[in-house]
Nanobody, 126 residues
Framework: QVQLVESGGGLVPAGGSLRVSCSAS????????FGWFRQAPGKEREFVAA????????AYADSVKGRFTISKDNAKNTVHLQMNALKPEDTAVYYCAAGTSIITSTMSKASAYAYWGRGTQVTVSS
């Protein structure tokens, strides 16, 4: 079992950058595929990005491609989401998720992830 704690959220003007991080503990970091999801008020939780446990291949939602980058630091048991060119519509609570039995076709599905953090708020002002 893995515990996930997000950090790095905050208020940023449109066009700015922010990096949110997810610290994982309690289990072997390298055995997990990690994902970032977000949920805005009144909306469903949506996929943002994911990085596979072996090989490190990544996947992104169309809405963030070219602006967001997911990465992981195996030495520090941390996953990062670098967000550039932020837009007001990126405002949401960002959640880190982890799972072990995730294949490429399910990387974007919240139901594939067994473990979740509590989220960090990202607010982009216009």
């Amino acid at each position: 079992q893995v515990q996930l704690v997000e950090s790095g959220g905050g208020l940023v003007p449109a066009g700015g950058s922010l990096r949110v991080s997810c610290s994982a503990s309690g289990s072997t970091f390298s055995t997990y595929t990690f994902g970032w999801f977000r949920q805005a008020p009144g909306k469903e939780r949506e996929f943002v990005a994911a990085i596979k446990r072996y090989g490190g291949s990544t996947a992104y939602a169309d809405s963030v491609k070219g602006r967001f980058t997911i990465s992981k630091d195996n030495a520090k048991n941390t996953v990062h989401l670098q967000m550039n060119a932020l837009k007001p519509e990126d405002t949401a609570v960002y959640y880190c998720a982890a799972g072990t039995s995730i294949i490429t076709s399910t990387m974007s599905k919240a139901s594939a992830y067994a473990y979740w953090g509590r989220g960090t708020q990202v607010t982009v002002s216009s």
